[in-house]
Nanobody, 115 residues
């Protein structure tokens, strides 16, 4: 059973930054892709960013240029650096890992952007 644990969420003022972490219970080398998603109140879950095993990344247009996804293989952790946050970024943020057998989700971490 794979466990993904997100952390790093919290309350931040508009224009501020946060770094989210997603720690896996096994080596992230085993995952083909690692994603970040988010779900705002009353809205569907939306894709935010992806990093594939070779290191390539891609982002939703709404976060491109502000968010950066990265991975630390030694720590079995994927990160989401979020800069220039605005209230529209308020959501629960989830990481998702995919291997050849299944898809795994974390429990989410709340990010609230408010003055």
């Amino acid at each position: 059973q794979v466990q993904l644990v997100e952390s790093g969420g919290g309350l931040v003022q508009p224009g501020g930054s946060l770094r989210l972490s997603c720690s896996a219970s096994r080596s992230i080398f085993s995952f083909n892709v690692l994603h970040w998603y988010r779900q705002a109140p009353g809205k569907e879950r939306e894709w935010v960013a992806v990093i594939i095993s070779g290191g390539s990344t891609n982002y939703a247009d709404s976060v491109k240029g502000r968010f950066t996804i990265s991975r630390d293989n030694a720590k079995n952790t994927v990160y989401l650096q979020m800069n220039s946050l605005n209230p529209e970024d308020t959501a629960v943020y989830y990481c998702k890992a995919v291997d050849r057998y299944a898809t795994y989700w974390g429990q989410g971490t709340q990010v609230t952007v408010s003055s």
